[in-house]
């Protein structure tokens, strides 16, 4: 007797998991068949018209030419000054200095450039940019904002100067006299190479009783080891190969002692604080 309940509950709970079983695999397969209903193979058309439908991101030529251009820095004698490399073209020939804003009317490059809070001086080469900075500014500060300004100019396509540029000082004239001719020559050749290569340059300003007057620019304005580049370096090779020169001396045009003089006000009134 007890044999036979023992196996009529063992009969019971066999026909319920086979139930089970068959609910379970009854689902399962309703599911593949729902599931392989809903997703169909992809074809080729189709996936060609999804491509086509989708809202792709457009990149225009001004973000494109941001992206690529890559510009790199480099240190020069002056703590205060860095030579900026954007990879392109600055100026076909010669160099341009802007000592402050007024000089910059014709170039927006450099009138952009003065924008940014710092900066003190602006200077063009043939593939490279100095920027002179306030003693008091940190470069991390300004940097990014240079950076930006220009990569935003080049992209824009608007030419570095807009107005036709006087010949350069050192020119020689067929009024100057020997002596002069060959001062400017060597300038012209053997010195203001190496200057530019430091993201500076030195220009002719006259010949007077055996002196040599020049002008720094760039990053030899105000540059700490300027007085040493003229004394050891510029004037023993004139020295050398023009027995006339007695001395080299550095002097300022009449903007650079205006600028010299309101930066010299602003330090001033910023000590009072």
């Known amino acids: 007797m007890a044999n036979t309940v023992v196996f009529r509950r063992l009969l019971k709970s066999l026909s319920l998991n086979s139930s089970f079983n068959n609910v379970v695999r009854s689902r399962s397969l ?38 690529t251009m890559f510009i790199q820095t480099q240190d020069t004698p002056n703590p205060n000054s860095l030579k900026f490399i954007p990879g392109t073209q600055v100026l076909e020939a010669g160099t ?7 000089s910059a009317h014709c ?40 950076y930006a300004t220009i990569m935003d100019f080049f992209a824009s396509g608007l030419p570095i100067l ?31 190479p190496t200057v530019q290569e430091d993201g500076g340059d030195i220009v002719f300003m006259g010949f007077e009783d055996g002196i040599v007057k020049l002008k ?10 300027s007085v040493v ?7 023993n090779m004139l020295q050398f190969y023009i027995p006339e020169v007695k001395e080299v001396e550095q002097v300022e045009d009449e903007m650079d002692r205006v600028s010299n003089s309101e930066f010299q006000k602003v330090e001033e009134k910023l000590g009072d604080v």
């Open 96 to 102: 341009k200095d802007f000592p402050n804003m007024a």
């Open 162 to 192: 807009t107005e036709e540029q006087p010949s350069a000082e050192t020119a020689i004239d067929p009024e100057d006299d020997e002596t002069v001719a060959m001062i400017k020559e060597l300038l012209d050749t053997r010195i203001r």
């Open 229 to 235: 580049t003229l004394k050891s370096g510029v004037q």
């Open 216 to 225: 720094m620019q760039g990053s030899c304005t105000n540059c700490p080891s």
């Open 107 to 146: 170039s927006p490059l450099a009138r952009q450039l003065f924008r940014v809070e710092g900066v003190r001086s602006v200077f063009f080469g043939s593939d490279f940019i100095t920027i002179n900075k306030i003693e008091d500014t940190d470069w991390a500060v300004i940097k990014p904002n240079i």
């Open 30 to 67: 309703s599911s593949l068949v729902a599931a392989t209903s809903v997703t169909k193979p992809r074809t080729l058309s189709s996936s060609l018209s999804r491509i086509q439908h989708r809202q792709w991101p457009v990149i225009s030529p001004y973000q494109q030419n941001v992206r």
